[in-house]
């Protein structure tokens, strides 16, 4: 079945820009999906068709996809990025929708 | 508004049964490819299941873990989601969240639920 890599963490200070990256064999040919989900709560679709955002979603939020690797980019970062992240793409062959393992990013 | 509120979840002994029960509100429900996805304490998100809606045959598809244990059903009349989950596993702890397409297309889970908690332990 159809893997996709996220690192478990990733680090960034307040008003720079986090990059969270998502690993999947020839990834761009597929659509990416990006999940926010924040302690306690339900994911959050942040970004759709790879690229783009949902009505409500703001603009320091997007999205990339090429060769191997999705990224979603956020802007300056606020503290209340401070969330797990999903991507998540549908596995054509199996028909089902695959997760990535999510990346916690902690502003610092 | 556009909502999806999820009950039925609870504490369960391996090998007993559980229904959980999705009540959609705000949205052309009955047109909505559905799915269930969970997520163990402390872990990621894993899709379960998913049913089509009547007008796309409605049909089910399950995950490897819990085909054959767990059944998928809808009543459009009542606007509700189902999961039924027999022959519970510890490993089926989890948060279980229902989630659909509603804006963008049938593959992207745009509206989600709130969760509820099932709890299999002896």
């Known amino acids: 079945s159809y893997v996709l890599t996220q690192p478990p963490s990733v680090s960034v200070a307040p008003g720079k820009t986090a990059r969270i990256t998502c690993g999947g064999n020839?990834?761009?040919?597929?659509?990416v999906l990006w999940y926010q989900q924040k302690p306690g709560q339900a994911p959050v679709l942040l970004i759709y068709y790879s690229s783009d955002r949902p009505s409500g979603i703001p603009e320091r939020f997007s999205g990339s996809n090429s060769g191997n690797t999705a990224t979603l980019t956020i802007s300056r970062v606020e503290a209340g990025d401070e969330a797990d992240y999903y991507c998540?793409?549908?596995?054509?062959?199996?028909?089902?929708?695959?997760f990535g393992g999510g990346t916690k990013l902690a502003v610092l | 508004e556009v909502q999806l509120v999820e009950s039925g979840g609870g504490l369960v002994k391996p090998g007993g049964s559980l229904r959980l029960s999705c009540a959609a509100s705000?949205?052309?429900?009955?047109?909505?490819?559905m799915s269930w996805v969970r997520q163990a304490p402390g872990k990621g998100l894993e899709w379960v299941g998913r049913i089509k809606s009547k007008t796309h045959g409605g049909t089910t598809d399950y995950a490897a873990p819990v085909k054959d244990r767990f059944t998928i059903s809808r009543d459009d009349s009542k606007i509700t989601l189902f999961l039924q989950m027999n022959s519970l596993k510890t490993e089926d702890t989890a948060v279980y969240y229902c989630?659909?397409?509603?804006?963008?297309?049938?593959?992207?889970?745009?509206?989600w639920g709130q969760g509820t908690m099932v709890t299999v332990s002896s």
């Open positions: 020839n990834i761009d040919s597929k659509s």
């Open positions: 989630t659909g397409g509603y804006s963008y297309g049938s593959h992207v889970f745009d509206i």
């Open positions: 705000g949205f052309s429900f009955s047109n909505a490819w």
């Open positions: 998540q793409v549908w596995d054509s062959n199996s028909d089902h929708p695959v």
